[in-house]
């Protein structure tokens, strides 16, 4: 959640440091960063369909979830070395309770979620030490160099909450730590709060970018952006770069419709905890800000991509699994109300119509 992995980054850091597309082939820079060139990862076998169809080394794991092979681990130690992260990723044993336990998320998704799973993910990897973050998604490029799905990798050691600390954790890493006030997010009823669930948040999270990568809805697929002007999910929300632009001039950064009331928002960063630029009397004017906006959830309104994988997530997780979300700020004995769903809200009207529209086209479940 935390990473975004390098090709990913390569277009959407375009947004904020203008990298430019490093989709194989359209390569025009090739920046190298602690001796390793973004080629070697934009070009890596594990970026490839033919990477993931060759033999039977995945096939025979029915549900395709399992350690991260040599080549993809080769690839995230490479990836770490680029980023300036130190760990050293490893394989997670084959047989764990941590492998059951994303069994048991992906087994628990909708229908829907699952055939698009079925056939646009082709891989859960899970290792530890992976550094950065819990997990992360990259593109796996079909022959014809488009987006053809992604594949996700989970570490193991830091998945160890149950679904609604989780959640909690993360609203509340955008602002600065205090002792007399948490922020507590609520995902899942008391007796489906744990850590499957924390798990199936996550995984919805990282499906919704293989998702966005296979039908162009923001900029993350690279060779997809010709669709995002006409899948009409971009223009809702965001303003700049204008959907047909890929590369944002250096300096500048991405604009959202509803900037003018709070032209803070592009200092909001997740997992900031002590380095955040906001602390805890901004909360309420925070969120005041979110209510009159369409995002789902803050962390949608970081990015245009987070704000499709985030809309996915939390779609999926109210509408169609009519499950619970409501953010509370608690400070000295006291409990407000800061956020629940908004698709039933009118605020989120058109972004709920658009998501149902996307999540049956052809393109996802070819
Ligand atoms: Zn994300």
Known sequence: MKRLL??????FLCQVSCIQNAWPGETEDDPVRNGIRLSQL????????AYWRQGDQFKVQKTRIGPAPPELIEFMRLDNTFQGYSER???????????RDVETAMASLPRAVRRIAERRLFYIALVRDLGGGT?????????????????????EGALDRN????????????????????????????????RVNAIRYILLHE????????????????????????????DLSWTYPPPSQEIVVPGDTLRS??????????LLAFYSFNE??????????????????????????????????????????????????EIRLRQGGQSEFLLSSCWESPRCADKKATMKRLLLRAEVLQ
């Open 163 to 194: 679904a609604n600390a989780w959640a909690s954790w993360r609203e509340g890493s955008a602002f600065q730590p205090g002792a007399d006030w948490s922020i507590e997010v609520r995902i899942e009823a008391p007796a489906n709060d744990n």
């Open 89 to 99: 990723p490893v394989p997670a044993p084959r047989d764990s309770e941590f492998l």
């Open 276 to 325: 955040s630029r906001y602390d805890v009397a901004d909360i309420q004017p925070v969120y005041q800000w979110l209510r009159g906006t369409n995002f789902p959830t803050l962390y949608a309104a970081t990015s245009s991509a987070d704000d499709f994988a985030e809309s996915f997530v939390n779609y999926v997780h109210v509408v169609l699994d009519k499950r619970p979300f």
């Open 207 to 234: 499906i919704g970018h293989v998702v966005d990568a296979v039908i162009g809805a923001t900029q993350i697929g690279g060779g997809n952006t010709q669709n995002i002007a006409g899948n009409g999910f971009y």
């Open 42 to 49: 934009s070009s890596h076998p594990v970026r490839s369909i």
């Open 6 to 11: 390098t090709i990913i980054t390569a277009g």
């Open 135 to 155: 997990g992360y998604m990259d593109v796996v490029a079909g022959s014809d160099g488009s987006a053809a799905g992604g594949f996700i990798i989970l570490d």
């Open 257 to 266: 419709r509803f900037d003018s009331a709070w032209p803070d928002r592009e």
